[in-house]
């Protein structure tokens, strides 16, 4: 059964890092693309960070770029979300989620494309 594993939200004070993970099971997370969203209370869900199938490539959103970093352990059929320079805006609901098309295209607004999600972790960036 296909199946997606959030962890490693927490409190963290403004420029402090976080790393979250996103377990896979019952699929091979390097034959997909694998998206991370977030959602604050009473804002849209937004497209953080993307990782391609194969070789890895990754995207960005403008918000995130220069700060997080994301990767993928095959080994661990696991995603990470490396997350520096914490900001108080950084604060949501973070979400893993696999590409139905398995493409990292247009994953800022490609949400709805999503066949799988995890449970979410909140991360709140706060002093």
């Known amino acids: 059964q296909v199946q997606l594993e959030e962890s490693g939200g927490g409190l963290v004070q403004p420029g402090g890092s976080l790393r979250l993970s996103c377990a896979a099971s019952?699929?091979?997370?390097?034959?997909?693309?694998i998206a991370w969203y977030r959602q604050a209370p009473g804002k849209e869900r937004e497209g953080v960070s993307c990782i391609s199938s194969g070789g890895g490539r990754a995207y960005y959103a403008d918000s995130v770029k220069g700060r997080f970093s994301i990767t993928r352990d095959d080994a661990k059929n696991t995603v990470y979300l490396q997350m520096n320079s914490l900001k108080p805006e950084d604060t949501a609901v973070y979400y893993c989620?696999?590409?139905?098309?398995?493409?990292?295209?247009?994953?800022?607004?490609?949400?709805?494309?999503?066949?799988?999600w995890g449970q979410g972790t909140q991360v709140t960036v706060s002093s």
């Open positions: 019952g699929f091979t997370a390097s034959n997909a693309a």
């Open positions: 989620a696999r590409d139905s098309i398995s493409a990292c295209e247009e994953f800022e607004g490609a949400w709805w494309r999503a066949d799988y």
